[in-house]
């Protein structure tokens, strides 16, 4: 049992690690290359389509699954502290997205719809440095906390 948990904890923590990594190389740049007023409604869409349960099932998943793989490895050795620090790690994600990215999210989804802004670039200024920073911590932290998991599994 305890292999299996670990296992789909390090499954999980690897689809999020994916996720906010592939967002960095590929939808962050490309937003890069947009005018203001695409950016906005682009960024307000793409916080509405990841509010779906398949997400939130691996986003909370990899949380619990971790936090019961380092439960059940408390007594095993040195692979304990590499499952302890994948585990603590996805927390740290979890805690960035929700103390930082979503505020940030709510922010945006709140100045309305874009056609309607008396300035898309303000928005948009107010909104991406910041959430950028936050989302490049939380993915860095994400793929370390995934590798932590990686090194559990294969000394296992």
């Not at 936090?67 to 095993?76: I, N, P």
Request: net charge positive.
């Amino acid at each position: 049992m305890a292999t299996a948990v670990l296992v789909l904890a390090t499954v999980t923590t690897g689809l999020m690690a994916g996720l906010y990594l592939g967002f960095s190389v590929a939808v962050i740049p490309a937003l890069a290359r947009v005018d203001d007023a695409t950016f906005v409604r682009v960024m307000q869409r793409v916080n509405d389509a990841i509010q779906n349960p398949l997400f939130g099932l691996v986003f909370v998943g990899a949380l619990v699954a971790g936090g019961a793989a380092a439960w059940w490895h408390l007594d095993r050795g040195d692979m304990r502290w590499w499952v302890l620090a994948g585990a603590v790690g996805y927390a740290v994600t979890v805690a960035v997205t929700v103390a930082a990215n979503v505020p940030l999210n709510n922010r945006l989804d709140r100045a309305g719809p874009v056609e309607r802004l008396a300035d898309p670039r303000a928005t948009r200024q107010d909104f991406e440095r910041p959430w950028v920073r936050w989302h490049t911590l939380r993915t860095s932290v994400c793929v370390l906390a995934f590798g932590c998991l990686c090194v559990a599994l294969s000394v296992a």
